[in-house]
């Protein structure tokens, strides 16, 4: 028996959205629907998206260039680097392939790990991929990083002001900051096609979104509950909800994750023995006989859980919000953008000592709960919490463009999707700093790119 | 600290090829080329394909129901589940969620895992990923599964001929019988555009031949000389190629093999102390100061050292390309075919106790030296073997194709690659019982399956 090494977690994060978004009271009103839709209906305030300028790769070697930098990382010092995405640009060629660039040319080619792919779950799998190289016997003492990022985007129409972007970089090692309970990550796998690209010669998914929703909702349940029994084995005194001090999900738009909130609520509710039942939700009763299974779309379960819980929900899951309201859906990266919102709507004093449950959602389906403890030393998390403030910090410095902008932006990427060669006409003055862009796309649909100063 | 368990390797190995096969001699006739320009030049003698009945997820449920069936697995004891592919039929959906209608029809749900992708290393990707699993704090005593499955079709012209197709399936676990040396896994990951697959809407890879070869064989040299560095720091004595029973590669066509092994010796040649040279290499001094870099397309150095590890290729090396002169590329499995071919190439008594490398390599590019020890208890060891001999003896029970049927069915299969709705065409009669194939592509892409009786 070997020898294991503790408190395996994230030891650094980085976070890069798009310079530009559009405002999705804008939006509502340029395509003629009722106001609210977007901003109250689902929740959204702004949307990120990129001009094809960026694309996946450029996306994810920024983000993974600003971790370097900013956490002064010796490429040397990292022995697995893996990538989750969805935004295919190659069936053959990994994205952590090119990310390799970085590395290489150092003389740093001994690290593992390539892409791993299922809807906005990949960056979940890369993560646990990496913790699992971290606690095996081929660690090394090297640290893991995990890229996940995707560009969101839909055609015109309900789902457009569901789309966003972005990318996070996770460094990943023992004696972290925020570290990964062990044993208790509960998942639930199955087949649906809910949300799917099967038309390859398009950016776009096909969703089935009524379908999409009960698959979340009834892998939600049961992820929710497995993590509950795992939790119980090792605390039989663990209280769900009432024992976390977060409960942060993956958003396709924030209502969504309001609604899953109270369903988790629902899952207590169901759960609670008869004789407390009554005191801790009081007057919802009438519900004691429902299913699961019978309650997707069931709106008076969702209304009074949805009121039950306000007050839950604004302490334990609203302060992961605050990037998906205001890039909106990265797909891999969105649910780290709830932790990055969360760590960042605290001091590092509140957080010490916090306990929070994660829930990963990628359609087709993949989903798991785990979660994290935030470490009791206030010093090894200022780091941490001070460099993501900065990465959050980039959202107030965006440009906001007219929803018609932005449609003809968007008809630009659709039209050039699959054309080659290509050069892009995309603005660079407008991105970030620091942001690597495309700069051409050969004969033989080979791909360079640029850093902006 | 926690405890790690032991002697983690594979338990049990299923392997999984098409029905129907083209004669590379006749291929050779029918294309009028120079007679052996296949079966000398690529060293091939069959290659492996699959009709429109039969697509990714058909091939990777087909060997991994075999997998289960033949060796009484109880899914509710596979806690990971893994796929390795290059052949993307959709870009967000994994093909694992479809393997998952084998496991959640019985309630097995809580199952880790999803695909991974780069070219030909997928495969060994998910391996190591599982491996990982087992060896971490996340392992709760179930095993893991890992299915690689591919198939490699080129358009018309010199590259047709190297095509192929088929799937593997490995369970993982401790105490096996195939036990994965630890602290040894040698990687070399890097840029490069020698075969990817960037245009989404063909079947089709797009490959510069020469840029390929140069990149496998400079990655084969970067991880053989890491890995016996790797091997010394346990076995100072460790002595390459020398002290291994075997070497494995990833084969593209056997003919590449040889001088893979070839390249090995042309390694040790030159790492070798000038006092030893002239006795373990007899006659090579001349090309004592040429350099690795410079020689990838040396005939001078090829020659030689083809000449020089005849013996060695046929010992260690040859027994492994069975499958793979009999199949063609199976991109992610050929490796793991190798594994397959060298294991039923001799008795279970010859193989206990033996140590073998493994080469797996994936353009774009990653790949990874790495070493299998068999266990010295041949009553382990009977079982595998004993399955092992039953899926490779399906070869000779496959069907000889004519060229020009073969060049229509692959007419067939590209002129529909991206139809849909679709219903294929091609025999059911032909496939082996147990296979599934593909009833129906729907308007919306969705797939249905069917098992042969």
């Given at each position: 028996m070997g020898g294991r090494v503790e408190n395996v977690g994230v030891l650094a994060m980085e976070l890069y959205v798009p310079s530009q978004y559009v405002d999705q009271t804008e939006l509502e009103k340029y395509n003629g629907v009722s106001p609210g839709k977007y901003t109250?209906?689902?929740?959204?305030?702004?949307?990120?998206?990129?001009?094809?300028?960026?694309?996946?790769?450029?996306?994810?070697?920024?983000?993974l260039h600003r971790l370097i930098e900013k956490n002064n990382i010796n490429v040397h010092d990292i022995g697995r680097l893996e990538v989750g995405t969805e935004?295919?640009?190659?069936?053959?060629?990994?994205?952590?392939?090119?990310?390799?660039?970085?590395?290489a040319k150092e003389g740093a080619t001994d690290?593992?790990?390539?892409?791993?792919?299922?809807?906005?779950?990949?960056?979940?799998?890369?993560?646990?991929?990496?913790?699992?190289?971290?606690?095996?016997?081929?660690?090394?003492?090297?640290k893991a990083i995990v890229v996940a990022g995707d560009i969101a985007v839909y055609g015109k129409g309900p789902a457009r002001p569901t789309g966003g972007a972005g990318a996070v970089a996770l460094l990943i090692g023992p004696n972290a900051p925020l570290v990964f309970d062990r044993g208790v990550r509960a998942s639930y796998m199955a087949h649906a096609y809910d949300f799917y690209k099967p038309d390859l010669a398009s950016e776009f998914p096909l969703v089935d979104g009524k379908l999409s929703i009960q698959c979340y909702l009834s892998a939600l349940d049961s992820c929710y509950n497995l993590f509950c029994?795992?939790?119980?084995?090792?605390?039989?005194?663990?209280?769900?909800?009432?024992?976390?001090?977060?409960?942060?999900?993956?958003?396709?738009?924030?209502?969504?994750?309001?609604?899953?909130?109270?369903?988790?609520?629902?899952?207590?509710?169901?759960?609670s023995p008869p004789e407390v039942r009554e005191q801790q939700f009081p007057g919802l009763s009438k519900f004691k006989d429902y299913k699961l299974a019978d309650t997707y779309f069931d709106r008076d379960v969702e209304n009074a859980f949805m009121t039950y819980s306000q007050k839950l929900f604004d302490e334990k899951t609203k302060p992961s919000l605050y990037i998906s309201r205001n890039v909106g859906n990265m797909y891999?990266?969105?649910?780290?953008?709830?932790?990055?919102?969360?760590?960042?709507?605290?001091?590092?004093?509140?957080?010490?000592?916090k306990k929070f449950a994660l829930f990963s959602y990628g359609s087709g389906l993949a989903s798991t709960m785990y979660s994290i403890?935030?470490?009791?030393?206030?010093?090894?998390?200022?780091?941490?919490?001070?460099?993501?403030?900065?990465?959050?910090?980039?959202?107030?410095?965006?440009?906001?463009?007219?929803?018609?902008?932005?449609?003809?932006?968007?008809?630009?990427?659709?039209?050039?999707?699959?054309?080659?060669?290509?050069?892009?006409?995309?603005?660079?003055?407008?991105?970030?700093?620091?942001?690597?862009?495309?700069?051409?796309?050969?004969?033989?649909?080979?791909?360079t790119y640029d850093r902006k100063v």
């Open positions: 109250v209906g689902l929740g959204q305030s702004k949307m990120g998206f990129c001009s094809d300028r960026e694309d996946i790769q450029s996306l994810c070697l920024t983000v935004t295919i640009i190659d069936k053959s060629k990994s994205v952590k392939t090119f990310l390799m660039t970085l590395f690290i593992e790990g390539i892409d791993t792919t299922n809807a906005c779950y990949g960056g979940t799998a890369a993560l646990f991929n990496a913790i699992n190289w971290v606690e095996s016997s081929s660690w090394d003492g090297r029994k795992k939790m119980r084995k090792t605390d039989p005194d663990f209280r769900g909800l009432l024992s976390l001090d977060g409960m942060l999900f993956h958003s396709p738009y924030c209502k969504l994750v309001q609604k899953s909130l109270a369903r988790v609520c629902f899952n207590d509710f169901l759960n891999t990266p969105s649910l780290y953008g709830g932790l990055a919102s969360y760590l960042v709507s605290k001091s590092p004093k509140e957080l010490v000592g403890n935030i470490c009791d030393d206030v010093s090894k998390l200022n780091g941490l919490i001070d460099s993501l403030k900065l990465s959050v910090s980039l959202l107030d410095k965006r440009e906001s463009v007219d929803p018609a902008v932005f449609s003809d932006i968007m008809d630009l990427r659709t039209a050039n999707y699959h054309t080659a060669p290509y050069t892009p006409t995309g603005s660079i003055d407008v991105l970030f700093p620091g942001t690597y862009y495309l700069t051409n796309i050969d004969d033989q649909r080979r791909r």
